[in-house]
């Protein structure tokens, strides 16, 4: 059965770094486009980044920088690096998957989520 699991997610405070992982069994990457998404405490969910099928890049103009998404066929894996963290940054955060490309942050045409691991930024 396709899941997607995500680890990682902690406590840390500003400046500090984290490195989310989602294991993303039964969605191998060269079928499958791959997203981050995050959720802060009374908004809406919002785009963090994607890595496409095959292999290019999108991140939202407020994280270009600091964060970096990539990937391990080997082991399906899927990582968001996080640099810098602010207390901004503090929301949970889902990886997300799409079968074909997609490169535009569209919650809608990501049909399969994880179940989410929480960052929290102190300042």
């Known amino acids: 059965q396709a899941r997607l699991t995500e680890f990682g997610g902690g406590s840390v405070q500003a400046g500090g770094s984290l490195r989310l992982s989602c294991l993303a069994s039964?969605?191998?990457?060269?079928?499958?486009?791959m997203g981050w998404f995050r959720e802060a405490p009374g908004k809406t969910r919002e785009g963090v980044a994607i890595i496409a099928r095959d292999g290019s890049t999108n991140y939202a103009d407020s994280l270009k920088g600091r964060f970096t998404v990539s990937r391990d066929s080997a082991t399906n894996t899927l990582y968001l690096q996080m640099n810098n963290l602010k207390p901004e940054d503090t929301a949970i955060y889902y990886c997300?998957?799409?079968?074909?490309?997609?490169?535009?942050?569209?919650?809608?045409?990501?049909?399969?989520w994880g179940q989410g691991t929480k960052v929290t930024v102190s300042s």
């Open positions: 039964g969605y191998p990457f060269s079928r499958y486009s």
């Open positions: 997300a998957a799409t079968l074909g490309y997609q490169y535009e942050f569209r919650t809608l045409s990501f049909p399969d």
